[in-house]
């Protein structure tokens, strides 16, 4: 596997692969691999002939008082986790590489930013919607892997690569979870031993929205499933509810009444300092 931090190197060898008439798989990341991020890694692998990594921390995508500084990082051992999937390039570019102090485009996109996580951390998806836009143009890949864990970003994303016509498919990969049903995350190694117990409730939470929508034979009032959800994270002191709402799962717009088309997407604080998102279809 080849490791590579400048932008040059890594558009000279996607120039190459190109011109071999060799397809390239992306996979952009923030490190500290997991079995979510191997998913994406091995989807890459499966379908395309060349699979670029990418590892960087985008500060662009932090606000003012977010983890920037304490996002978890371990080089050496994700270097290992992505030459054991078969990665053939690891991207991974200082800041500066990246921002030149003379950078000063920003590519910004309207409605799907808005709501959800778009209302608690401004100026996020413009970091996102920057940092992919770069990568798209570094790395030139047919195909681009994201994970459905980040159904807001997965969905910015598409409207990004359509209004921009990059010639590229994006494939979105089911969210992978651990045995009790929390979804696999970076931030997740921020929990103790008791929050990572209760952190379990976004899961089961899930868990019961689709039974109370089965029970209701297809569709119900959103704010029903709202509560439930709601009253499930907040039942533990230590957890704080960010958002719970009842989407479209293309539109990302709110729905009044939950069904087969309905996304619930929730965010919550544990102990005010971890910020976990979990979502999943109704259907
Ligand atoms: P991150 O390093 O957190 O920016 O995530 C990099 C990519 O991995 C994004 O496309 C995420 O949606 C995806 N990802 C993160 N966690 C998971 C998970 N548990 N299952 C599937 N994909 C994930």
Known sequence: MRIVRTTKELQQQANQWRSNGLTIGLVPTMGFFHEGHLSLMREARRKCDRVITTLFVNPMQFGPNEDLDSYPRS???????????????????????????????????????????????PGHFDGVATVVTKLFNLAKPHKAVFGQKDFQQLALIRQLVADLNFDIEIIGHPIVREEDGLAMSSRNKYLDANERKIAVCLSQAIGQAKKMLADAGGSLPAQEIITMAESMIEQHPECSVEYVSIVHQSTLRPMEIADGESVLAMAMKVNNKVRLIDNSPLC
Request: charged fraction near 30%; aromatic fraction near 8%.
């Open 75 to 121: 080089f050496e051992r994700d270097q290992q986790m992505a030459e054991g999937e078969g990665v053939d390039l690891l991207f991974c570019p200082d800041p500066s590489e990246m921002y030149g102090e003379q950078f000063q485009t920003k590519i910004s996109l309207d409605k799907v930013s808005q709501g959800l996580c778009g209302a608690d951390r």
